[in-house]
């Protein structure tokens, strides 16, 4: 079974970071795209980043580029985002989702997701 767990999410102040990690069982990143979305109250689920299946392609959303980085470790099985400068706007749940080989900018593309973890920006 292929399985998605985020974890690192947290409350930190403004101006603050985080990094979340999602560590991948049952498949190998090297055949999925990983992509971070998140989802506020009351809100859609939008996608934030993406790293691709061979690691040398990565995708940013405009409010996010320049302030979240997308990484892997292939041997760790882990995609990490490390969020710096982080607005009371970032705060949302944040999940993982996998796609085979590319990145997509659909949500419903991705046929794996984590169970989410819980980012809170404020002072």
């Known amino acids: 079974q292929l399985h998605l767990v985020e974890s690192g999410g947290g409350l930190v102040q403004p101006g603050g970071s985080l990094t979340l990690s999602c560590a991948a069982s049952?498949?190998?990143?090297?055949?999925?795209?990983i992509a971070w979305f998140r989802q506020a109250p009351g809100k859609e689920r939008e996608g934030t980043s993406c790293?691709?299946?061979?690691?040398?392609?990565?995708t940013y959303q405009d409010s996010v580029r320049g302030r979240f980085t997308i990484s892997r470790d292939i041997a760790k099985n882990t995609v990490y985002l490390q969020m710096n400068n982080l607005k009371p706007e970032d705060t949302a749940v944040y999940y993982c989702?996998?796609?085979?080989?590319?990145?997509?900018?659909?949500?419903?593309?991705?046929?794996?997701w984590g169970q989410g973890t819980q980012v809170t920006v404020s002072s």
């Open positions: 049952g498949f190998t990143l090297d055949k999925y795209a």
């Open positions: 989702a996998a796609a085979q080989w590319s990145c997509y900018r659909d949500l419903y593309e991705y046929d794996y």
């Open positions: 790293i691709s299946s061979r690691g040398t392609l990565t």
